[in-house]
């Protein structure tokens, strides 16, 4: 069972701080590495994607990479009460294959 | 990214009664994936649906119960049939683009209610 693992929290920041989330995975093989924030009642919206180890900024979002510890980050600089979303960690071997999602962690930005 | 649409946004069914749900994309796309977002949990994929070939089920989803069809590129559609209340659920059309095709962008949704 290949599985995405990721703590649901709330995980609570003051604004302006940074919010560090963190996804860990099973399948060694993956290859393609997503974040994804949903806002309540609304849909999944792809923010980040990486595919090679090591660091990939975005405006204020860095989404790190270590595939020898399986494991997968999401950086948000200065956060915004905007930010405020649960944030979904994806994992897929690449290509046009089956994409797994981990349940979410919950971000909550207090102003 | 495509620009996907679905319809309905959502609906209120009676138990026993089908609803189809349709996903429409503004550019042709190889691969199309159905989901279903039970409260305050994540994505769970039902199917993969390829133009001009059968759709490919997950495991505990079957066609009896979720047929889908994949008329063309830019078209597909997902049946709920015989609904029971354990069928509520948003249902989420996706697209695979990007450059190695493994990013997926969602369509609004559909929130189904079944009484």
């Known amino acids: ?111 | 990214s495509a620009v996907i649409s679905q319809k309905p946004s959502r609906d209120i069914c009676q138990r026993g009664t089908s609803l189809t749900i349709q996903c429409q994309v503004d550019s042709q796309v190889t691969m199309m994936f159905w989901y279903r977002q039970q409260p305050g949990q994540s994505l769970t994929l039902i199917a993969t649906a390829n133009q001009g070939s059968e759709a490919t089920y997950e495991s505990g989803f079957v066609i009896d119960k979720f047929p889908i069809s994949r008329p063309n590129l830019t078209f597909s559609t997902l049946t709920v049939s015989n609904m029971s209340p354990e069928d509520s659920s948003i249902y989420l059309c996706s697209v695979g683009a990007g450059a190695v095709g493994s990013e997926q962008y969602f369509g609004p949704g559909t929130r189904l209610t079944v009484t």
């Open chain 1, 1 to 111: 069972q290949k599985e995405v693992e990721q703590n649901s929290g709330p995980l609570s920041v003051p604004e302006g701080a940074i919010a560090s989330l963190n996804c860990t995975y099973s399948d060694r093989g993956s290859q393609s590495f997503f974040w994804y924030r949903q806002y309540s009642g609304k849909s999944p919206e792809l923010i980040m994607s990486i595919y090679s180890n090591g660091d990939k900024e975005d405006g204020r979002f860095t989404a790190q990479l270590n595939k020898a510890s399986q494991y997968v980050s999401l950086l948000i600089r200065d956060s915004q009460p905007s930010d405020s979303a649960t944030y979904l960690c994806a994992v897929n071997a690449g290509g046009y294959q089956k994409v797994t999602f981990g349940i979410g962690t919950k971000l909550q930005v207090i102003p």
